[in-house]
Nanobody, 120 residues
């Protein structure tokens, strides 16, 4: 019923930048919290940043001042602008959204993940 489709990952050098996008589609009534998480092999998925429908944001300490999360509510899309990238930012990045469907049930959805690799 709902899909989250991510784009924008890739390979970049240390100090470079990337912008991730995640578009939600389907039987959507509204979207509350949206966010980005990341995961490396053998480690738990960790929170990177979140944004509410009203625009309030929260960031992991490791990305504060370098990453910016934003959203376009009209397009049901969330973005992650990543600047000053470091090798330790290398991970699969996942989009997440709490979505209320048109039948008013609410579920948490995940994107398929997009690889970000930062070379040293």
């Amino acid at each position: 019923q709902v899909q989250l489709v991510e784009s924008g990952g890739g390979l970049v050098q240390t100090g470079g930048y990337l912008t991730l996008s995640c578009a939600a589609s389907g039987s959507i009534f509204s979207i509350n919290l949206m966010g980005w998480y990341r995961q490396t092999p053998g480690k738990q998925r960790e929170l990177v940043a979140t944004i509410t429908s009203g625009g309030s944001t929260d960031y992991a300490n490791s990305v504060k001042g370098r990453f910016t999360i934003s959203r376009d509510n009209a397009k049901n899309t969330v973005y992650l602008q990543m600047n000053s990238l470091k090798p330790e930012d290398t991970a699969v990045y996942y989009c997440n959204a709490n979505i209320r469907l048109r039948d008013f049930r609410t579920y948490r959805y995940w994107g398929q993940g997009t690889q970000v690799t930062v070379s040293s």
